[in-house]
């Protein structure tokens, strides 16, 4: 069965602090992993895309890291701010033989910034 | 401005009734999908479609229907057959069936 963990299932860190949430996932084959903010009562936005081939790709203070032999992804937040107080989500896409690939969704990790 | 809008953002539905979200998008994109975001849950597929005049079921279809009469607009009936409706439901668009979604803000639909 297809799934997508990831963790910790909340975040709490102090504003200018780092933190790194990290995502599990079993889907196969696989096409690509994104990370996707989504801002309470809001829908997700994109902040980067990982394919087979790429172990690393930032995105300003974001860094996005693939380890594809343990199906293993993470994501980097440097520099914490105020406005990273949001909902992280990692999705998986399945490379399916048709024109629609399915996607899987983690549950997200909440992040909460303090100032 | 491009993007893609969902309306009403709250909604509410009494027992037996039927409701519709609306979701609109003016990016030009082929697929439209539906989903739907329960707390501590990731987000789930009720319809998708790729093409206007044709839409598939997704993981969580039984109690929902669309309609593709139009490449722009994509609503989703919640009909008294679902016991559940309660949630945050999610609309979403792509170029192409295996591209990055561009999502809409979300309706939040309760029972009276």
């Known amino acids: 069965k297809n799934q997508v963990e990831q963790s910790p299932q909340s975040l709490i860190i102090l504003e200018g602090k780092n933190c790194t949430l990290q995502?599990?996932?079993?889907?196969?084959?696989?096409?690509?992993l994104r990370w996707y903010k989504q801002d309470t009562g809001r829908g997700p936005v994109s902040l980067t895309i990982m394919t087979f081939s790429e172990n690393t790709k930032s995105n300003g203070r974001y860094t996005a890291t693939l380890d594809a032999d343990t199906k293993q992804s993470s994501l980097h937040i440097t520099a914490s701010q105020l406005s990273d107080s949001a909902s992280y989500i990692c999705v998986v896409r399945n490379a399916g033989g048709t024109s629609y690939g399915k996607l899987t969704f983690g549950q997200g990790t909440i992040l909460t910034v303090h100032p | 401005d491009g993007g893609i809008t969902q309306s009403p953002k709250y909604l509410f539905r009494k027992e037996g009734q039927n409701v519709t979200l609306s979701c609109e998008q003016n990016l030009n994109h082929d697929a439209m999908y539906w989903y739907r975001q329960d707390p501590g849950q990731g987000l789930r597929l009720i319809y998708y479609s790729q093409i206007v005049n044709d839409f598939q079921k997704g993981d969580i279809a039984e109690g929902y229907s669309v309609s593709r009469e139009k490449k722009e607009s994509f609503p989703l009936t919640v009909t008294s057959a679902q016991k559940n409706p309660t949630a945050f439901y999610l609309c979403?668009?792509?170029?192409?069936?295996?591209?990055?979604?561009?999502f809409g803000s979300g309706t939040q639909l309760s029972v009276l």
């Open positions: 979403a668009s792509s170029r192409t069936g295996n591209e990055k979604l561009f």
């Open positions: 995502c599990n996932y079993t889907v196969s084959p696989f096409s690509n």
